[in-house]
């Protein structure tokens, strides 16, 4: 069971940009491929971005496509979010997690993480 610490939200207007981090202290996150997810209070959880564990390859959302970049850095245990042109709807609490990635999608497995609150509000 990995356990993740989102860090990086905030507020910021519309067009600006936010770095979000996910840290598993004491945890090597080397062979696993890792995900960030977003929910509002209105809709269900969805994908944002993944990243697998042997080559890095990396899959988004259409919505997110051009504005956000998903990396990783495993000496530090830690998966990055560049999130650019942000748009407010793309406030929403931020999370990271394992995932399975299958076909060209890709699916959250084990426990999520207090997450990290993105509002984008002028």
């Known amino acids: 069971q990995v356990h993740f610490v989102e860090s990086g939200g905030g507020l910021v207007q519309p067009g600006g940009s936010l770095r979000l981090s996910c840290t598993a202290p004491?945890?090597?996150?080397?062979?696993?491929?890792l995900g960030w997810f977003r929910q509002t209070l209105r809709a269900e959880r969805e994908g944002v971005a993944a990243?697998?564990?042997?080559?890095?390859?990396?899959y988004y959302a259409d919505s997110v496509k051009g504005r956000f970049t998903i990396s990783r850095d495993n000496a530090q245990s830690t998966v990055y979010l560049q999130m650019n042109s942000l748009k407010p709807e793309d406030t929403a609490v931020y999370y990271c997690?394992?995932?399975?990635?299958?076909?060209?999608?890709?699916?959250?497995?084990?426990?999520w993480g207090p997450g990290t609150q993105v509002t984008v509000s002028s």
């Open positions: 997690a394992v995932v399975t990635v299958y076909g060209n999608g890709y699916y959250p497995i084990g426990s």
């Open positions: 004491g945890t090597g996150l080397d062979g696993y491929a």
């Open positions: 990243i697998t564990a042997n080559d890095g390859s990396s």
